[in-house]
């Protein structure tokens, strides 16, 4: 079955560090995620994309971040000057929509550490 | 914006033991998921359920749209079940369908 996967899984950065989050979304998905969930709290959504432009992004989702799907399979979340505030897992998501289906397909998150 | 409310945010159970885990939401939502998130912090997709009931192995699932709400049932709990159920869903209104999470119900199954 496929899958949607991310790398690396973890990743341990120095504050101020420019950090790239990569992630594979299944292939025949439209629409792409980014959500964030900081240790102990609720996943929260960052920005989602769609014909190669954000669609919607959240108050957190700020200068610092971008998001760009460089060669048609890979979809990156960039944060430019990491905060020790950004350590979190971060979930890639991709979906079909519109081909019967609304779900949301999630990958096993990358978990970076600001230090 | 949706408010998710999921309760109860803790659970103590014995091995063997059924549940019912509730999510409620504040307005209407499609794209209703349940997760669980593992020990490693991966989240594992459940269910996909805007409505009906769907039945997989032990756990099952029913959500009633037109009262927002879902239940996650969990039945003949094992240890493996631990973790935290998630559950989400999207605001038809929203053109992007992104998933608003509830807090989350943190289980332990004690052997």
């Known amino acids: 079955e496929p899958e949607v996967t991310q790398t690396p899984s973890h990743q341990v950065t120095q504050m101020g560090q420019e950090v790239i989050l990569r992630c594979v979304p299944i292939?025949?998905?439209?629409?792409f995620y980014w959500y964030r969930q900081i240790l102990g709290q609720k996943v929260e959504f960052l920005v989602s994309?769609?014909?190669?432009?954000?669609?919607?992004k959240s108050e957190i989702f700020d200068d610092q971040f971008s998001v760009e799907r460089p060669d048609g399979s890979n979809f990156t979340l960039k944060i430019r000057s990491t905060k020790l505030e950004d350590s979190a897992m971060y979930f890639c998501?991709?979906?079909?929509?519109?081909?019967?289906?609304?779900?949301?397909?999630f990958g096993p998150g990358t978990r970076l550490t600001v230090t | 914006g949706i408010q998710v409310e999921q309760s109860p945010p803790d659970l103590i159970l014995q091995e063997g033991a059924n549940s019912t885990l509730r999510c409620n939401f504040s307005?209407?939502?499609?794209?209703l998921q349940w997760f669980h998130q593992n020990p490693w912090g991966q989240l594992i997709n459940l269910f996909y359920i805007p409505s009906g009931t769907k039945q997989n192995g032990r756990l099952s699932a029913t959500t009633v749209a037109t009262e927002r709400y879902s239940l996650l049932y969990i039945s003949s709990s094992q240890t493996t079940d631990s973790g935290v159920y998630f559950c989400?869903?999207?605001?038809?209104?929203?053109?992007?369908?992104?998933?608003?999470f509830g807090s989350g119900t943190r289980l332990l199954v004690r052997p």
């Open positions: 989400a869903g999207a605001n038809p209104m929203d053109s992007s369908y992104k998933l608003i």
């Open positions: 998501a991709s979906s079909p929509r519109g081909q019967g289906t609304y779900e949301q397909y």
């Open positions: 994309f769609y014909n190669n432009e954000i669609s919607e």
């Open positions: 292939s025949n998905h439209l629409y």
């Open positions: 307005d209407s939502v499609n794209n």
